[in-house]
T-cell receptor, first 113, second 115 residues
Framework: QQQVKQSPQSLIVQKGGISIINCAYE??????FPWYQQFPGKGPALLIA?????SEKKEGRFTISFNKSAKQFSLHIMDSQPGDSATYFC????????????FGKGTTLSVSS | DGGITQSPKYLFRKEGQNVTLSCEQN?????MYWYRQDPGQGLRLIYY???????QKGDIAEGYSVSREKKESFPLTVTSAQKNPTAFYLC??????????????FGPGTRLTVL
């Protein structure tokens, strides 16, 4: 119930293409869904986050799509660039309870030029 | 410069030794967290603290200990009881206050290798 399942484990995309990473959760109490980006040897950094009151949130080339009934959310990276090559983690938590985040296992994205 | 610092960046330890990883933040955040990262495993929560002098076990607390005597510091001790301590350790902090989940800001990490 506490798990967040992330797929795929790795992804190779051509420059200019769309990268799509998916996550699924079981705990219906989760209501905060952030995505973190991590470059090798560095700590993760918040990329974008969504609450379930909206089905989509866009920031630049990054979009989160959220499907509450399916308990799934995904990250879309439009016009993928080599600089986007990193590991991406989805996460979930109960926003009001001050609980720690539950992270997916990560997706390593490589954007080929 | 505001942020989270972790030291050292690389740490080597002999089997059977305890070792303490440092985490300091000057963001005035109430909440601090320790995660362990292994290839293909994502980030797993070891311990977290919402306020000074209080902390809770995460999913993989066995073999680890923490203290939170000061708001800005949350050191992690990896004890000899930890069966497989070689990993990348990440410290994070958030505004906290126990009322809501805030953005977590991560430090640069410490890579611990047991020889």
């Amino acid at each position: 119930q506490q798990q967040v399942k992330q797929s795929p484990q790795s992804l190779i995309v051509q420059k200019g293409g769309i990268s799509i990473i998916n996550c699924a959760y079981e705990n219906t109490a989760f209501d905060y869904f952030p995505w973190y980006q991590q470059f090798p040897g560095k700590g993760p950094a918040l990329l974008i986050a969504i609450r379930p009151d909206v089905s989509e949130k866009k920031e630049g080339r990054f979009t989160i799509s959220f499907n509450k009934s399916a308990k799934q959310f995904s990250l879309h990276i439009m016009d993928s660039q080599p600089g986007d090559s990193a590991t991406y983690f989805c996460a979930a938590s109960v926003y009001q309870a001050g609980t720690a985040l539950i992270f997916g296992k990560g997706t390593t994205l490589s954007v080929s030029s | 410069d505001g942020g989270i610092t972790q030291s050292p960046k690389y740490l080597f330890r002999k089997e059977g030794q305890n070792v303490t990883l440092s985490c300091e933040q000057n963001l005035n955040h109430d909440a601090m967290y320790w995660y362990r990262q292994d290839p293909g495993q994502g980030l797993r929560l070891i311990y977290y603290s919402q306020i000074v002098n209080d902390f809770q076990k995460g999913d993989i607390a066995e073999g680890y200990s923490v203290s939170r005597e000061k708001k800005e510091s949350f050191p992690l001790t990896v004890t000899s009881a930890q069966k497989n301590p070689t990993a990348f350790y990440l410290c994070a902090s958030s505004i906290g206050g126990g009322l809501r989940t805030d953005t977590q800001y991560f430090g640069p990490g410490t890579r611990l290798t047991v020889l």
